[in-house]
């Protein structure tokens, strides 16, 4: 079995952080989800930075598709499953907080007059 460019690049990655790849994909997806908000000022309630998060996600786990099928014969759905879920959990969590519960809620104080 022989390694992609890609994947030795991930291996180096997960070396030089000193992380797990699962820790990376929890990293990952928060970044990208809070960029976005923050680049884009979209409010946590916003599909778009979920989006952009989950949209990382599957993204990465085309690229080890690809490389699954080539050096394997088959895709290990599974492992990409896990992965999109590590990458997707605290994003889809912090948007379904905000979009469906009032503890993100905007609270207007009155004055006291």
């Known amino acids: ?9 991930k291996l180096t990655l997960v070396s030089a952080v000193g992380l797990s790849k699962d820790a990376l994909h929890v990293h990952i997806g928060l970044a990208v989800f809070v960029l976005v908000m923050v680049i884009f000022k979209r409010p946590l309630r916003s599909l778009i930075p979920w989006l952009a998060a989950f949209g990382i996600a599957c993204l990465g786990e085309a690229v080890d598709m690809r ?11 599974q492992a990409s499953l896990h992965d999109v879920m590590n990458t997707a959990f605290w994003p889809t969590a912090f948007f379904l907080l905000a979009r469906f519960s009032s503890l993100t809620a905007s609270r207007k104080t009155s004055s006291g007059s």
């Open 67 to 77: 490389d699954d099928l080539s050096s394997l014969g088959h895709w290990r759905w």
């Open 1 to 9: 079995m022989t390694t992609s460019t890609i994947q030795s690049l």
